[in-house]
Structures are given as C-alpha cells and as structure tokens.
Nanobody, 126 residues
Framework: QVQLVESGGGSVQAGGSLRLSCAVS????????KAWFRQVPGKERERVAT???????SYAGSLKERFTISQDNAKNSLYLQMDSLRPEDTATYYC????????????????????WGQGTQVTVSS
C-alpha cells in the first residue's frame, strides 16, 4: 500500500508560479514510476509529467517549457514546479504512483497508475 498526499495548490494570477508537493508513504520499495496528472470537470485525467526511480523525466506536449517535476527520495516526496501559469492550467492536480513496479514506461495513461492522492486545486485567473 502506498499513500499519496498532495499540497501546494491555490489561486494565482496568470504568469505566476506554484509548487505542488506530494508526500509518499507506505511500501514504496517497488515504485518505479511517479507522475502528476490533472483533470478538469467533464474531461479525462491528463498526464502532466512523470519521473522514474532514476530521475528520468517526461512531460506532456510543451509543458516542459513551464513545468518541472522532481523528487526527493530521502524525503519520499514528489514535486511539480509550475511557472508562467495560464488560465488553461486551471485543474485539480493529482500525484500518482505505480507501487507494483510493473510500469516500464512511465508515460502511461492514468489507468496504469494504481495509487492516487486526493488532488489539489489549482486556479489561474487572467
């Protein structure tokens, strides 16, 4: 069992920055992939960024230009630094993990991730 708890969401004006954190606890030894997803009502959960146990990262589309995923294994924490935020970034952001270690390619759909946090709301106003 792996538990994930996000924090750091909030409201910000366009062009601002936020840093999301995700505290990871439980049996994490086999966890190879961690990720950030986001979702707006009525739409599917969208992958934002992933990171594997070795620190290899991937990003969706052009988000790499503004978002940075990182982890601190000593603190069992996952982070998402979001800069130059835009109104279209407004969503509920979720951290996710694959504690089974079955994922080899971390850039997988949401259905492949089996552990999820409760989500944190990010609202960007114009």
């Amino acid at each position: 069992q792996v538990q994930l708890v996000e924090s750091g969401g909030g409201s910000v004006q366009a062009g601002g920055s936020l840093r999301l954190s995700c505290a990871v606890s439980g049996y994490t030894s086999n966890t190879y992939c961690k990720a950030w997803f986001r979702q707006v009502p009525g739409k599917e959960r969208e992958r934002v960024a992933t990171i594997n146990k070795n620190g290899l990262t991937s990003y969706a589309g052009s988000l790499k230009e503004r978002f940075t995923i990182s982890q601190d294994n000593a603190k069992n924490s996952l982070y998402l630094q979001m800069d130059s935020l835009r109104p279209e970034d407004t969503a509920t952001y979720y951290c996710a993990a694959d504690p089974s270690g079955s994922l080899v390619a971390c850039a997988a759909p949401a259905t492949w991730y089996t552990s999820w946090g409760q989500g944190t709301q990010v609202t960007v106003s114009s």
